[in-house]
């Protein structure tokens, strides 16, 4: 009986996917071609005029040598040359099915603990994996991207970095033998230099000496990246200046992973395997369990939501597996119906942030616009490549899940942070500097490397894990708080704009490449984006006691293992923790912040303009501490109110979003993540003396007043409902 | 043969959609695939069915990338060798996916295939994602 062979969707025996023809260029073999001539014409000489002496003198052990030593860097050549450095096929379209206006440029996941941004590849169609990038000389996705090489005249990648590091070793002692041999026998011969033998000894001794520099110079820099598990690509863009990179295991590790791991397979070129296996209904199916019979029956297909639904179960999918230690989030509305179908495409399950739709733009946090007209006038170009890193960020708060702040906040700090670093760099040229290849202008590489440190890129590093993981919050509100000072166009400049969008990626393909050469030009920016701060998170400010009132969450980091996030659950037991702390400490506060506790509690009705306005400060939150607290209603330190929106302070401090998110659990709500962030944190920070709720924030989950005598507590649950606990 | 078929029969079952279970990066870029159930596959396959499937595929990938003895005698002996000897040995990688390719047909032919899905080997895919492809079920009754 005929069945349908699934070797007919996997399209049959395939060749391997094609790329396009690119046009021949000559230009790009000239590099190769004089590498090689060099190489081989300099030792043939060597051999033949040099070595024939050094043989009968010394021994003929040397040219042997010398021989083994020329053929390991021929061949440690050829397969850094010819050698696939690991070539990404191009996405098929069934892959990205989706809307492309709705997608994000960029992806964030986790790599341990440490939030990286994957970016949206619009030639290959599909998000780069980590450590990959695209290469514009060779046009293709490339596997742990180092760079690519004019003088191989290939990607250097996941494939063949081995051979590539291997032919740099052997060469620097080739060139190191040549040069010293040469200078034995011109030594030797110094009463006969005119002969033809010396003179062409000569001759391959300036070659050797010409090119030793540049090429033990990236020998050198190679070593160093091979210790620290760094590609060429992250050293040089500065990706983990100052912080850590997820990517290593230790310098043995790295080493061995280099030298001693098997080799890597290609995707190209493979053949595909004819499936033969036949696909034929009837199928079998696994029971309904009840919950879902009752789910199919209240699904009334909702379908506006469908994105926001599909980034939060990909974002349940990324957490999942790591949070399974962590009490659940409270139920998301979104997620009532678990029966609802969800068109799912390649992207869509690794969405971490829900795309965009028009009506977010207006919950758009105001501090975007000015940065967007900044970038808008001033890098043009790369708004369209810009991330989206606060257009999701409304979205985020309407999904209000517990781990959505995991890659907002991280995004968005990227977006503070990395702001002021890319500007900065961007402003200064990038790619001034770089590593040239061997033999590039003499002193290229020393030349390129001092650039490189003398340019003093701020680029956003990743931060420790172990920031994120305890102090995470504290770092958030450090780097709001350094934030804060810069200028905060230039936070946005990574594109906050409606157009990061893969659409417009689409449209405008930009290949970024590292290829030496390519440094010189300014490329696209990195895909990495991490939630990094240029301070050294270990420093926390140290004018506040440890029960600080300063929104920052580490204050109960040590009992409440925060691990990069909190769920609204632990940060109720926050909540209840910095009471117990801020009335034993209260006596340390600082009359200023003292000041803040009571500006606590404007009337509820008040709240949302409130919210709005302080929204709009958020940006200034250490400027507006000041005065604000004069200004403030005069509750009393001791009042508990129920309502008050946050107060400013403690939320513009934990402008740093990442742990003061917690629990952003609710329904579509005006709150931003800024102030929605700051509400816990103040209400963390507030708890002590007063608990600033919001009840027109039920998307804040948990957040606890007290009172003074502590007899009841009232939590704000989601959906606005209040709970009084007694304690 | 004489034989009947219905059109039905001879039709082959058309592709309702596909599902991509993307990688799992939490640990690096060592080869992962998330093993979180898509909510797509919960009418036709069970939970852990799938999830037994992808450990497996994870397990043997880890395998592939292990750095152990056997690698490293293998980069040893290529290095002797100029790496001719690439010419006529498999890498150990290669043995391994070629295990990897045997075992998703395997799964395929007793597992997915009386279900309705596919799965394609991810490297085909660049070792990006597993594609489960999912089949339009035209029996009656199935409601989906």
Same mark, same amino acid.
């Given at each position: 009986?005929?069945?349908?062979?699934?070797?007919?969707?996997?399209?049959?025996?395939?060749?391997?996917?094609?790329?396009?023809?690119?046009?021949?260029?000559?230009?790009?073999?000239?590099?190769? !071609?004089?590498?090689?001539? $060099?190489?081989?014409?300099?030792?043939?000489?060597?051999?033949?005029?040099?070595?024939?002496?050094?043989?009968?003198?010394?021994?003929?052990?040397?040219?042997?040598?010398?021989?083994?030593?020329?053929?390991?860097?021929?061949?440690?050549?050829?397969?850094?040359? $010819?050698?696939?450095?690991?070539?990404?096929?191009?996405?098929?379209?069934?892959?990205?099915?989706?809307?492309?206006?709705?997608?994000?440029?960029?992806?964030?996941?986790?790599?341990?603990?440490?939030?990286?941004?994957?970016?949206?590849?619009?030639?290959?169609?599909?998000?780069?994996?980590?450590?990959?990038?695209?290469?514009?000389?060779?046009?293709?996705?490339?596997?742990?991207?180092?760079?690519?090489?004019?003088?191989?005249?290939?990607?250097?990648?996941?494939?063949?970095?081995?051979?590539?590091?291997?032919?740099?070793?052997?060469?620097?002692?080739?060139?190191?033998?040549?040069?010293?041999?040469?200078?034995?026998?011109?030594?030797?011969?110094?009463?006969?230099?005119?002969?033809?033998?010396?003179?062409?000894?000569?001759?391959?001794?300036?070659?050797?000496?010409?090119?030793?520099?540049?090429?033990?110079?990236?020998?050198?820099?190679?070593?160093?990246?091979?210790?620290?598990?760094?590609?060429?690509?992250?050293?040089?863009?500065?990706?983990?200046?100052?912080?850590?990179?997820?990517?290593?295991? %230790?310098?043995?590790?790295?080493?061995?992973?280099?030298?001693?791991?098997?080799?890597?397979?290609?995707?190209?070129?493979?053949?595909?395997?004819?499936?033969?296996?036949?696909?034929?209904?009837? $199928?079998?199916?696994?029971?309904?369990?009840?919950?879902?019979?009752?789910?199919?029956?209240?699904?009334?297909?909702?379908?506006?939501?469908?994105?926001?639904?599909? !980034?939060?179960?990909?974002?349940?999918?990324?957490?999942?597996?790591?949070?399974?230690?962590?009490?659940?989030?409270?139920?998301?509305?979104?997620?009532?119906?678990?029966?609802?179908?969800?068109?799912?495409?390649?992207?869509?399950?690794?969405?971490?942030?829900?795309?965009?739709?028009?009506?977010?733009?207006?919950?758009?946090?105001?501090?975007?616009?000015?940065?967007?007209?900044?970038?808008?006038?001033?890098?043009?170009?790369?708004?369209?490549?810009?991330?989206?890193?606060?257009?999701?960020?409304?979205?985020?708060?309407?999904?209000?899940?517990?781990?959505?702040?995991?890659?907002?906040?991280?995004?968005?700090?990227?977006?503070?942070?990395?702001?002021?670093?890319?500007?900065?760099?961007?402003?200064?040229?990038?790619?001034?500097?770089?590593?040239?290849?061997?033999? %590039?202008?003499?002193?290229?590489?020393?030349?390129?490397?001092?650039?490189?440190?003398?340019? %003093?890129?701020?680029?956003?590093?990743?931060?420790?894990?172990?920031?994120?993981?305890?102090? %995470?919050?504290?770092?958030?509100?450090?780097?709001?708080?350094?934030?804060?000072?810069?200028?905060?166009?230039?936070? @946005?400049?990574?594109?906050?704009?409606?157009?990061?969008?893969?659409?417009?990626?689409?449209?405008?393909?930009?290949?970024?490449?590292?290829?030496?050469?390519?440094?010189?030009?300014?490329?696209?920016?990195?895909?990495?984006?991490?939630?990094?701060?240029?301070?050294?998170?270990?420093?926390?400010?140290?004018? $506040?006691?440890?029960?600080?009132?300063?929104?920052?969450?580490?204050?109960?980091?040590?009992?409440?293992?925060?691990?990069?996030?909190?769920?609204?659950?632990?940060?109720?037991?926050?909540?209840? @923790?910095?009471?117990?702390?801020?009335?034993?400490?209260?006596?340390?506060?600082?009359?200023?912040?003292?000041?803040?506790?009571?500006?606590?509690?404007?009337?509820?009705?008040?709240?949302?303009?409130?919210?709005?306005?302080?929204?709009?400060?958020?940006?200034?939150?250490?400027?507006?501490?000041?005065?604000?607290?004069?200004?403030?209603?005069?509750?009393?330190?001791?009042?508990?109110?129920?309502?008050?929106?946050?107060?400013?302070?403690?939320?513009?401090?934990?402008?740093?979003?990442?742990?003061?998110?917690?629990?952003?659990?609710?329904?579509?709500?005006?709150?931003?993540?800024?102030?929605?962030?700051?509400?816990?944190?103040?209400?963390?920070?507030?708890?002590?003396?007063?608990?600033?709720?919001?009840?027109?924030?039920?998307?804040?989950?948990?957040?606890?007043?007290?009172?003074?005598?502590?007899?009841?507590?009232?939590?704000?649950?989601?959906?606005?409902?209040?709970?009084?606990?007694?304690? | 043969?004489?034989?009947?078929?219905?059109?039905?029969? #001879?039709?082959?079952?058309?592709?309702?959609?596909?599902?991509?279970?993307?990688?799992?990066?939490?640990?690096?870029?060592?080869?992962?695939?998330?093993?979180?159930?898509?909510?797509?596959?919960?009418?036709?396959?069970?939970?852990?069915?799938?999830?037994?499937?992808?450990?497996?595929?994870?397990? #043997?990938?880890?395998?592939?990338?292990? #750095?152990?003895?056997?690698?490293?005698?293998?980069?040893?002996?290529?290095?002797?060798?100029?790496?001719?000897?690439?010419?006529?040995?498999?890498?150990?990688?290669?043995?391994?996916?070629?295990?990897?390719?045997?075992?998703?047909?395997?799964?395929?032919?007793?597992?997915?295939?009386?279900?309705?899905?596919?799965?394609?080997?991810?490297?085909?895919?660049?070792?990006?994602?597993?594609?489960?492809?999912?089949?339009?079920?035209?029996?009656?009754?199935?409601?989906?």
């Amino acid at each position: 009986m005929p069945g349908f062979s699934g070797g007919g969707v996997g399209g049959g025996v395939g060749g391997p996917a094609s790329a396009p023809p690119r046009p021949f260029r000559p230009s790009r073999y000239v590099p190769v !071609s004089a590498a090689t001539t $060099f190489l081989v014409g300099s030792t043939t000489l060597f051999f033949c005029f040099t070595c024939p002496w050094l043989s009968e003198y010394f021994s003929s052990v040397i040219p042997i040598y010398n021989a083994v030593i020329f053929l390991f860097t021929l061949a440690n050549f050829c397969m850094a040359t $010819f050698m696939d450095p690991g070539v990404f096929p191009r996405a098929e379209e069934d892959e990205d099915k989706e809307d492309d206006f709705r997608a994000p440029l960029y992806k964030t996941v986790e790599i341990k603990g440490i939030q990286v941004r994957m970016k949206w590849c619009s030639t290959c169609r599909f998000y780069r994996p980590p450590r990959c990038s695209h290469c514009s000389v060779c046009d293709n996705c490339v596997e742990d991207f180092d760079h690519h090489c004019p003088w191989v005249n290939n990607c250097i990648g996941r494939r063949n970095y081995r051979y590539f590091f291997l032919f740099l070793l052997s060469l620097t002692t080739h060139i190191i033998d040549v040069f010293g041999f040469g200078l034995v026998y011109v030594l030797h011969h110094r009463q006969q230099l005119d002969t033809p033998h010396a003179a062409v000894t000569m001759a391959v001794m300036c070659v050797a000496g010409l090119f030793f520099v540049p090429v033990a110079g990236l020998t050198g820099f190679h070593i160093v990246l091979v210790a620290r598990g760094r590609t060429t690509n992250e050293q040089v863009t500065g990706k983990f200046r100052g912080g850590v990179n997820p990517f290593t295991n %230790g310098c043995l590790r790295n080493i061995s992973h280099v030298l001693c791991s098997s080799q890597a397979p290609r995707y190209m070129g493979r053949w595909r395997s004819q499936q033969a296996v036949e696909v034929q209904p009837p $199928f079998l199916r696994p029971p309904l369990t009840e919950a879902q019979l009752e789910a199919k029956i209240l699904d009334n297909g909702i379908q506006n939501d469908r994105h926001s639904t599909r !980034s939060k179960s990909s974002l349940d999918q990324m957490e999942s597996q790591s949070a399974d230690a962590e009490p659940p989030p409270p139920p998301k509305p979104e997620l009532r119906y678990p029966g609802l179908p969800r068109a799912d495409t390649e992207e869509s399950s690794l969405l971490t942030e829900a795309p965009p739709t028009p009506s977010m733009y207006k919950y758009r946090p105001p501090f975007n616009s000015p940065g967007r007209n900044h970038t808008a006038l001033t890098h043009p170009n790369k708004m369209i490549r810009g991330e989206s890193l606060d257009s999701p960020s409304p979205s985020i708060l309407q999904s209000s899940r517990q781990p959505s702040y995991r890659s907002e906040p991280s995004s968005l700090d990227g977006a503070t942070v990395v702001g002021g670093g890319v500007g900065v760099r961007r402003g200064g040229g990038e790619r001034g500097e770089g590593p040239g290849g061997p033999g %590039g202008t003499a002193g290229g590489v020393l030349g390129g490397m001092s650039g490189y440190s003398l340019t %003093g890129r701020s680029y956003t590093s990743y931060p420790s894990s172990l920031v994120l993981s305890t102090g %995470g919050s504290r770092s958030s509100s450090l780097r709001s708080a350094h934030t804060a000072h810069n200028p905060l166009t230039t936070l @946005q400049s990574e594109g906050t704009t409606d157009t990061s969008y893969k659409s417009l990626a689409n449209q405008t393909p930009r290949n970024g490449s590292l290829s030496y050469d390519s440094l010189l030009t300014p490329s696209e920016s990195p895909e990495f984006e991490s939630a990094a701060h240029e301070l050294s998170p270990q420093k926390p400010r140290a004018p $506040f006691p440890s029960a600080t009132i300063t929104g920052q969450p580490e204050v109960v980091s040590p009992s409440s293992p925060l691990q990069g996030y909190t769920s609204p659950f632990l940060s109720a037991q926050i909540a209840q @923790q910095r009471e117990g702390q801020l009335l034993q400490g209260s006596a340390t506060f600082s009359s200023p912040h003292r000041a803040y506790l009571r500006a606590v509690s404007p009337p509820p009705s008040s709240g949302p303009p409130e919210t709005q306005h302080l929204l709009q400060h958020n940006q200034d939150f250490s400027s507006s501490r000041a005065p604000r607290n004069p200004s403030s209603s005069s509750s009393s330190p001791g009042a508990r109110s129920l309502e008050p929106p946050v107060s400013p302070p403690p939320r513009g401090l934990s402008l740093g979003k990442s742990l003061s998110y917690t629990g952003e659990a609710g329904p579509q709500h005006k709150p931003r993540p800024a102030g929605g962030g700051t509400v816990l944190g103040g209400g963390g920070v507030g708890g002590g003396q007063q608990a600033p709720q919001s009840t027109s924030r039920p998307v804040l989950a948990n957040h606890t007043s007290s009172k003074p005598g502590g007899g009841v507590k009232k939590v704000t649950g989601v959906g606005g409902t209040t709970y009084e606990i007694s304690v | 043969m004489a034989e009947t078929h219905s059109l039905q029969d #001879l039709q082959q079952p058309a592709v309702s959609s596909k599902v991509f279970v993307q990688r799992d990066y939490s640990s690096g870029t060592i080869c992962r695939f998330q093993t979180k159930f898509p909510s797509e596959l919960e009418s036709r396959l069970d939970k852990q069915q799938f999830e037994e499937t992808i450990q497996a595929l994870n397990n #043997l990938y880890a395998e592939a990338e292990k #750095l152990g003895g056997k690698s490293y005698l293998e980069g040893c002996l290529a290095c002797l060798t100029a790496y001719t000897i690439f010419l006529c040995m498999e890498t150990h990688y290669e043995k391994v996916l070629k295990k990897i390719a045997r075992y998703i047909k395997d799964q395929n032919e007793k597992i997915y295939a009386p279900r309705g899905l596919l799965l394609t080997d991810p490297i085909e895919r660049g070792l990006r994602v597993v594609e489960v492809t999912i089949f339009e079920d035209r029996s009656i009754g199935s409601g989906r």
